[in-house]
């Protein structure tokens, strides 16, 4: 590929990483306002049901016999239980605390993953990178303010969706030596979708709400966008590359939480969520320089 071809593919990398951000904002938007009424329970099998038609009409029609190519099905269903039970915990997080709040708090995942790679997989991770990892954690102290007069419990789920998420990233990283990714995005997809759906005579109301319906509907199909702008940006540029713009999302959701609930972030909040998008963007940096300078 000549270096006017690689400019223009990461480029289009980085309009597909910025564009799936604000997608996966509009999400958790729709979310917020969802749950605030309908069980936490019966939106996550709207959203994962129409996310699960969406990619199987994609993956189905390319893909073929790969989806079914399964070398480890019981990881992968592993996998796909961690996703749910981390957007369960997102919607039960987004019920009670502010959009920006969630988003940031959110946007630790990769610092926790560092520290994991650090202490679990015994990675070299250099003094650089753990000033960011000390950094992002500093910052969602500032979010939540522990001891503070604004704190409730609710602002602790947040920590347990990234705990959820860790799991399932991790889990990815080892499945994808081994697994086709079809097969890893298809099962995960339906893992959720049959496992919400059991859970749904015990959530299941009664929705009158057109507008209500039309949200439920919003954020299956700004996941199923979203993941899938995903793809394609990284099929275009590494991750190093891309996880630099994927703190676009937190611009978004506080853009989205002004627009929609009126609410924005109190000076302590803006300051975590300015120390969190510094020191995540700061590790995806230092990690590109480390993949640069790799053999």
């Given at each position: 590929?000549?270096?006017?071809?690689?400019?223009?593919?990461?480029?289009?990398?980085?309009?597909?990483?910025?564009?799936?951000?604000?997608?996966?904002?509009?999400?958790?938007?729709?979310?917020?306002?969802?749950?605030?009424?309908v069980?936490?329970l019966m939106?996550?099998?709207?959203?994962?049901?129409?996310?699960?038609?969406?990619?199987?009409?994609?993956?189905?029609?390319?893909?073929?016999?790969?989806?079914?190519?399964?070398?480890?099905?019981?990881?992968?269903?592993?996998?796909?239980?961690?996703?749910?039970?981390?957007t369960i915990?997102?919607?039960?997080?987004?019920?009670?605390?502010?959009?920006a709040?969630?988003?940031?708090?959110?946007?630790?995942?990769?610092?926790?993953?560092?520290?994991l790679?650090?202490?679990?997989?015994?990675?070299?991770?250099?003094?650089?990178?753990?000033?960011?990892?000390?950094?992002?954690?500093?910052?969602?102290?500032?979010?939540?303010?522990?001891?503070?007069?604004?704190?409730?419990?609710?602002?602790?789920?947040?920590?347990?969706?990234?705990?959820?998420?860790?799991?399932?990233?991790?889990?990815?990283?080892?499945?994808?030596?081994?697994?086709?990714?079809?097969?890893?995005?298809?099962?995960?997809?339906?893992?959720?979708?049959?496992?919400?759906?059991?859970?749904?005579?015990?959530?299941?109301?009664?929705?009158?709400?057109?507008?209500?319906?039309?949200?439920?509907l919003?954020?299956?199909?700004?996941?199923?966008?979203?993941?899938?702008?995903?793809?394609?940006?990284?099929?275009?540029?590494?991750?190093?590359?891309?996880?630099?713009?994927?703190?676009?999302?937190?611009?978004?959701?506080?853009?989205?939480?002004?627009?929609?609930?009126?609410?924005?972030?109190?000076?302590?909040?803006?300051?975590?969520?300015?120390?969190?998008?510094?020191?995540?963007?700061?590790?995806?940096?230092?990690?590109?320089?480390?993949?640069?300078?790799?053999?």
């Amino acid at each position: 590929m000549s270096a006017t071809q690689q400019r223009a593919a990461t480029l289009a990398a980085i309009a597909f990483a910025v564009t799936a951000c604000g997608l996966f904002a509009a999400m958790d938007t729709a979310a917020k306002y969802v749950v605030q009424t309908v069980p936490v329970l019966m939106a996550l099998c709207v959203r994962y049901v129409l996310q699960a038609l969406l990619s199987s009409a994609w993956l189905l029609p390319r893909h073929r016999s790969q989806v079914w190519q399964m070398r480890q099905p019981g990881l992968l269903v592993l996998r796909g239980l961690l996703l749910m039970a981390s957007t369960i915990l997102a919607m039960f997080s987004l019920r009670l605390i502010a959009l920006a709040d969630f988003a940031a708090i959110m946007m630790i995942t990769p610092v926790v993953v560092t520290v994991l790679s650090a202490t679990l997989l015994h990675e070299h991770v250099g003094r650089w990178r753990w000033v960011c990892v000390v950094t992002g954690f500093a910052g969602t102290l500032f979010i939540i303010q522990p001891g503070g007069s604004n704190f409730s419990w609710a602002t602790l789920l947040p920590l347990s969706c990234v705990a959820a998420t860790t799991g399932y990233q991790l889990l990815s990283g080892h499945l994808g030596r081994t697994e086709q990714p079809a097969a890893v995005h298809f099962s995960s997809m339906w893992v959720g979708a049959i496992a919400s759906c059991l859970l749904l005579p015990w959530s299941w109301t009664t929705v009158h709400s057109g507008v209500l319906w039309a949200s439920m509907l919003a954020m299956g199909l700004f996941g199923a966008l979203g993941h899938f702008l995903l793809t394609l940006a990284y099929q275009r540029a590494s991750a190093s590359v891309v996880a630099l713009y994927t703190y676009s999302q937190v611009g978004f959701a506080v853009l989205l939480g002004w627009l929609v609930f009126a609410a924005l972030p109190g000076a302590w909040s803006f300051a975590g969520i300015a120390l969190i998008v510094l020191s995540g963007i700061a590790n995806g940096w230092l990690l590109r320089l480390r993949t640069r300078a790799a053999p």
